[in-house]
């Protein structure tokens, strides 16, 4: 028997039916029953993601209080707890499953990248975190980890006493240096150059800022500051990342 192409017969489609039967299951139970159920396994799963959400906290932790409670012989009650638990199932289900479907389709993409570029152990200790979610489509969080993968390297080749001894920065004691102050230091001793490695490290630290603090950058552009994230966007700031750093790092060991 030959084996299957990659993208036959994932794990990631049995799931799916699997929730989709469970659905079907369900079609004979009261409407009311399967209402209220909704209801309250949704509330729940807004209290424990939509945080920004009026209330939303709040009435998840009524709605499990409530449905901790004994409920005896209140057979409808019984009913709708057993249902409430089944849907919070379903729903958390859902999105572990489409994380899956994602790590499949860009798994291959990653490790060819880091192959191809030939990425040192080193380099990958500082990408570990970014390129975790980019495989299972944390994209807004990639693009924060990417301009972190930037600070942690930059603290590492200029640190704070390089800053405060060069001409390119204030020499104070007390200032914190960012990540503008260490790539301005890292321009004037030759470490990087006014040109690509320059212009990759400002879209990636903007790109971050702009998720990171959207209504500053907001406020410096009326309002039209603001980034779509798409899977070609986050895969172009992951893949500037990798290459900005093994650039500087070759420099810096040349």
Request: include cysteine; hydrophobic fraction near 40%.
């Amino acid at each position: 028997m030959s084996r299957p192409d990659y993208n036959e017969w994932r794990l990631s489609d049995h799931f799916k039916n699997v929730f989709e039967n469970r659905k079907d299951e369900r079609f004979y139970v009261d409407e009311n029953i399967q209402k209220a159920a909704k209801f309250q396994a949704k509330a729940i799963i807004d209290g424990a993601t939509d945080l920004v959400a009026d209330n939303s906290v709040s009435q998840a932790f009524h709605i499990l209080d409530y449905l901790q409670e004994d409920s005896g012989e209140d057979a409808k009650k019984n009913e709708i707890k057993w249902y409430v638990y089944e849907i919070i199932d379903e729903l958390l289900g859902h999105e572990v499953v489409e994380m899956q479907v994602r790590a499949e389709k860009r798994i291959l993409k990653l490790v060819a990248l880091m192959e191809k570029q030939g990425v040192d152990a080193e380099i990958r200790h500082f990408l570990n975190e970014a390129t975790k979610c980019y495989l299972y489509g944390f994209d807004i969080q990639c693009i924060i980890m990417c301009r972190s993968v930037l600070d942690a390297y930059f603290e590492q080749l200029i640190p704070d006493n390089t800053c405060r001894d060069n001409k390119a920065c204030i020499d104070d004691k007390e200032k914190y240096y960012v990540l503008a102050d260490r790539i301005k230091v890292a321009e004037y001793i030759g470490m990087i150059s006014q040109g690509l490695d320059t212009e990759f490290l400002r879209k990636i630290k903007d790109a971050a800022n702009k998720q990171i603090h959207p209504s500053r950058w907001d406020k410096k552009s009326n309002g039209c500051s603001r980034i779509h994230v798409t899977e070609e966007f986050v895969w172009d700031i992951l893949v500037r990342t990798v290459l900005v750093i093994k650039n500087i790092k070759e420099h810096a060991h040349g």
